[in-house]
């Protein structure tokens, strides 16, 4: 691929520029594909100079911080440091059910966590954000701050308060390209290919006041719509796939039993930079596989809609 193998050389020359001879950097690894890619770049441009913290903050998907650190084992010069935040992170948010005040409680932990693991690595000239440009435009747009739709924890904040630069390779790119780009760098496809998340996570998939419990709930079932959409072939024609655990609880009726337990719904979109979104027209017979699935082997879920909304007016996320 020539544009991507010129497009790596001129980052690598801006970011051993931007960096300098001495400059040590650290990453913010999610595990997703814009932290990995921008990170990998780094890596390439600078070496062990670069140091990754993945950051656990309770939210992740089932087996997401396993799958992250078996993915960068051997991978990077400097071994991955993981922070252990769950219980931080959950006692934070304890109370809070406000959309907003939950993404702000969420960032402002993650700087909390971060800053300290940054701190016990001597701290660092520069810091990697895999911004990509929808996020540039999006998050602080021409229209000015104040049209700030969602509070996005990865855009802004980090650096002032922690004094350091940014390198943000992916700035100009769309998603399309990261992908690109990651695959030319010899990531791994299955890296290269997962759905977007989130920072704040499942704190902002848990509907209402985030718990352990509630958190666990999801977990359980997202997992099961990753897997029947995965095993129907449609992982990789979707935007995003994924469980939202609702605030409301339904009436159900197991064996001769009155249940009354949670309301899931599944949001699948199909989208090319998160920018507009439509609802994917899924397979009656898949929808209902992911349903029948969720309400037998997921206790506390009883009920299973599907979201047929477009973005605009709604978003991808719920909150
Ligand atoms: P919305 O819900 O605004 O989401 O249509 C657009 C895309 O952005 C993702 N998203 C986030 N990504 N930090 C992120 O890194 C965030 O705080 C955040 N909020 C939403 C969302 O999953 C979708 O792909």
Redesign the pocket.
Known sequence: DWSMGAFVEEAVARIREQVGDQGTVICGL?G?V?SSVAAALVERAIGDRLHCIFVDNGLLRKNEREQVEAMFAGRLHNPLVVADAGALFLDRLAGVTDPELK?KA??ATFIEVFDEKAHALGGADYLVQ?TLY??VI?SVSARGPSAT???????GGLPEKMKMGVVEPLRELFKDEVRRLGLHLGLPETMIWR??????GLG?RVLGEVTEPRCAVLREADAIIIEEISRAGLYRDL??V?GVLLPVRSVGVMGDARTYENALAVRAVE?VD??T?DWAHLPYEVLGRISNRIINEVRGINRVCYDISS?PP??????
């Open positions: 999610s997703g814009d993404r969420i960032g895999g929808p996020d999006e739709i969602k509070t996005h924890h990865n855009v759905h977007p998340f989130p920072g704040p902002v935007w995003q994924f989208s998160a920018m979104a973005k709604a978003t991808i996320e719920w909150e």
